[in-house]
Every structure is written in structure tokens, then in C-alpha cells.
């Protein structure tokens, strides 16, 4: 089956670290790969998404500076957040996608910074 | 540009009752509707998608209609369980455009014995 991992699970850095978080697909052929956040309300913020043949589309309020990607293929894919403040605090969600436009998530990095 | 407006908040409901939940989108082109489900301190998971008009596609007991006439794709069930609660999303991807994902801001479902 479609499966999607990340780690770490959960994190803790002090204000003003940084720190790295990963993503991988498994058992498919992800044609694009999108980190969100979801904030302690719950809702969905897309941070950046990366597809086949292109590249990484930040969305406004995120920054390639502040959360640089990586990606080497499309099952693997490598988030870091730059020196991070209390409001970087939150759920970190990879969604990895088909070519049948489904879209799988990871278990997602808790981030909490002190 | 796109956009996913569904029922906001939270829902509360007893065991048994039925359940709609409510999705509209705009978009300009051809629209795929998600639904996921996120369960406590759970990732959200796919519970039902769809890109074809005036079909039902069902899933776990939960069922949802794309309607293009009215951009809507609201989720149903008939018999809600407690094992329900949990968070809701829509979500829209479309087949032109950026391939940007937009989720619509989540409908919490509590369900009492």
C-alpha cells in the first residue's frame, strides 16, 4: 500500500535553531510532494509544494530562505526550519501525491519551540 | 483563485443521528474533491474523493455527491458512531492551474453516546 513517513515525530529546539525534517513515500510513484503546517487551530497552511518537472513553489509567507526544501527524487524529500521562533510551533504535514491526484500524508513533525 | 469554504466549527451530534457536512469550491477549472479525516493526534487520511459529476462515491459508511452545478461535495453519513469524532476536510485539487492543493478550514465532528 501507499504509505508516507516522517521524522522526526516530534521536536523540540530553542528559539533562534534550527531543524531538519523528513519525508518519505512508499509503495508509490509521488508526482508531487507538499509540506503544510497545521497550526494548534488546526488549520491548513501550504508551505511549498514541489512538482515533477518544476521547481519548488513557495507560498506567500514562506520563504525558501526560512524553510529550505530538498528533494533528490519525489519519494524522498527534506524540509528544514531556519532558525525558529514560537510561531514556527506546530504540525508539519508532508502530502505526497498520485497521478490520480490522491494525496497521502505522513504522521507529520511536531515542532515545539522554547 | 481557488477556494474551499465547508461548514465551520464544531458539530455535535448523538450516536445514530445522521450527519451532513458541508463542502462548496470555486475554481476555474476541473475540480477533484477530497475528503479527509483526522482523528486525535492522527495525520488527516483519505476518506472519499471524486471528480465525476452527479456520481455517489461511498467509503466507511460515509458517502458524498459531486455536484458541479453547485460546486458541492458535501459529506454524509446516515448513522453516525462515536468512533466518527474526529476533524473533517475538504479539499480541492484541480486539473489545471499550479496543481496547488486547497484545503477548506476543517469541521471538528464530536459524537455523544
Known amino acids: 500500500g501507499a504509505l508516507v513517513y516522517q521524522y522526526p515525530r516530534r521536536t523540540i529546539c530553542k528559539s533562534g535553531t534550527s531543524m531538519r525534517m523528513e519525508c518519505q513515500a512508499v509503495?508509490?510513484?509521488?508526482?508531487?510532494v507538499a509540506w503544510y503546517r497545521q497550526s494548534p487551530q488546526k488549520t491548513f497552511e501550504l508551505i511549498a509544494l514541489?512538482?515533477?518537472?518544476?521547481?519548488?513553489?513557495?507560498e506567500q509567507n514562506f520563504t525558501q530562505e526560512k524553510f529550505p526544501i530538498s528533494h533528490p527524487n519525489l519519494s524522498f524529500s527534506s524540509m528544514t526550519v531556519l532558525n525558529a521562533y514560537l510561531e514556527d510551533r506546530g504540525l508539519y504535514l508532508c502530502?505526497?501525491?498520485?497521478?490520480?491526484?490522491?494525496?497521502?500524508f505522513g504522521p507529520g513533525t511536531r515542532l515545539t519551540v522554547l | 483563485g481557488d477556494s474551499v469554504t465547508q461548514t465551520e466549527g464544531l458539530v455535535t451530534l448523538t450516536k445514530g443521528l445522521p450527519v451532513m457536512l458541508n463542502c462548496t469550491y470555486q475554481t476555474t477549472y476541473s475540480p477533484f474533491l477530497f475528503w479527509y479525516v483526522q482523528h486525535l493526534n492522527e495525520a488527516p487520511k483519505l476518506l472519499l474523493k471524486?471528480?465525476?459529476?452527479?456520481k455517489r462515491t461511498e467509503h466507511q459508511g460515509f458517502y458524498a455527491t459531486l455536484h458541479k452545478s453547485s460546486s458541492s461535495f458535501h459529506l454524509q453519513k446516515s448513522s453516525v458512531q462515536l468512533s466518527d469524532s474526529a476533524l473533517y476536510f475538504c479539499a480541492l485539487r484541480t486539473s489545471g492551474g499550479n496543481y496547488k492543493p486547497t484545503f477548506g478550514k476543517g469541521t471538528s465532528l464530536v459524537v455523544h453516546p
Open positions: 509503495g508509490f510513484q509521488a508526482t508531487s
Open positions: 471524486s471528480s465525476t459529476d452527479n
Open positions: 514541489s512538482t515533477v518537472n518544476s521547481a519548488i513553489k513557495y
Open positions: 502530502g505526497a501525491r498520485t497521478d490520480f491526484y490522491e494525496q497521502y
